[in-house]
């Protein structure tokens, strides 16, 4: 599936909607949205429930923007085999990982 990225924003909180695989070949791309929306001050939403595939490097990735997020970094919607490696990794236990509708 090919990586997209949507940004939403509503002037209080920045979200990223992921779609796609996040993995070596595409976190150049998603390390350019997340460097900008992280320095903006505000909370930031990454959602990845259109995510297919994280790998290692890409939640490395994400936990380097959560340090850099002074508001905060919360990620949503992830399932399956993401979610799976969120909790295995720890990286649950670092940053907020919640679903969609809590």
Do not use: H, K, N, W
Not at 39 to 51: M, W
């Amino acid at each position: 599936m090919r990586f997209t990225v949507q940004e939403r924003d509503d002037g209080a909180v920045i979200a990223l909607v992921v779609f796609g695989d996040v993995d070596l070949a595409t976190v150049p791309d998603f390390r350019a949205f997340l460097s900008d929306v992280c320095r903006d001050g505000r909370p930031v939403i990454v959602d990845l429930g259109g995510c297919t595939f994280l790998d290692s490097v890409g939640v490395g990735l994400l936990l380097g923007a959560a340090r850099r997020a002074g508001a905060g970094l919360t990620v949503v919607g992830a399932g399956g085999a993401v979610r799976s490696l969120l909790s295995v990794t720890g990286f649950d236990q670092l940053v907020t990982v919640r679903d969609l509708d809590a």
